[in-house]
């Protein structure tokens, strides 16, 4: 079956602006991650959803940071007034549910470039 | 706060090699260890997944160990070959969710 995916695949933009990042998970997995990860280091946490609501946002670095899962399957991740620290690889992953069992299956990610 | 440290940041080796990968963790009260592997550009693949009360998985040529008292784990690859090329992540669930923390990564090169 489909896989994760992840649009756009890449995202330039100006310091300033806002964007939006779309994840469609597995079909059927009710957890989804989203991480950010910079060049070099490992993926960082940011938020996670079971089913339509935000079970842990810990991880988002500030109130510029938003996510939404309205029916419970696509999820955007929204950057206001972006900067350019923000540019990063978004990663997006899902599992069947949050648990010690189940790996998490990831997208490809979008690059975003914030000039 | 759990940290993942993994050990070598990089690697060069010819083809045919076994390879031991390693990653330790500060804290050892975890849900499990998992190993993926990233190819440049793209997105993670599960490779390895070791529940807490487990202490080791196989899948073909890979295998993985844990050491939880030692905050320790292994991922040893047998009779390595150029596709095996990619950066090897190591990611520990701990705490109060199921939610992961990475550690930097191996960068593998298997040259012909």
């Known amino acids: 079956g489909a896989g994760v995916s992840q649009t756009p695949s890449n995202k330039v933009t100006e310091k300033g602006k806002y964007v939006e990042l779309r994840c469609d998970p597995i079909s059927g997995h009710t957890a989804l991650y989203w991480y950010r990860q910079s060049l070099g280091q490992g993926p960082e946490f940011l938020i996670y959803?079971?089913?339509?609501?935000?079970?842990?946002d810990s991880g988002l670095p500030n109130d510029r940071f938003f996510a939404v899962r309205p029916e419970g399957s696509v999820s955007t991740l929204k950057i206001q007034r972006t900067e350019r620290g923000d540019s990063a690889v978004y990663l997006c992953?899902?599992?069947?549910?949050?648990?010690?069992?189940?790996?998490?299956?990831f997208g490809p990610g979008t690059r975003l470039t914030v000039l | 706060k759990q940290e993942v440290t993994q050990i070598p940041a990089a690697l060069s080796v010819p083809e045919g090699e076994n390879l031991v990968l390693n990653c330790s963790f500060t804290?050892?009260?975890?849900?499990?260890l998992q190993w993926f592997r990233q190819d440049p550009g793209k997105g993670l693949t599960s490779l390895l997944l070791?529940?807490?009360?487990?202490r080791e998985q196989t899948s073909g040529r890979l295998n993985a160990s844990l050491d939880k008292s030692s905050g320790r784990s292994t991922l040893y690859i047998a009779a390595s070959q150029p596709g095996d090329s990619a950066t090897y992540l190591c990611?520990?669930?701990?705490?109060?969710?199921?939610?992961?923390?990475f550690g930097r990564g191996t960068s593998l090169i298997v040259h012909p």
């Open positions: 992953a899902s599992s069947p549910r949050v648990s010690g069992a189940d790996t998490q299956y």
């Open positions: 804290d050892s009260a975890i849900y499990n």
């Open positions: 070791i529940q807490s009360s487990q």
């Open positions: 990611a520990v669930a701990s705490g109060g969710s199921y939610i992961p923390t």
């Open positions: 959803f079971q089913g339509t609501g935000a079970a842990d």
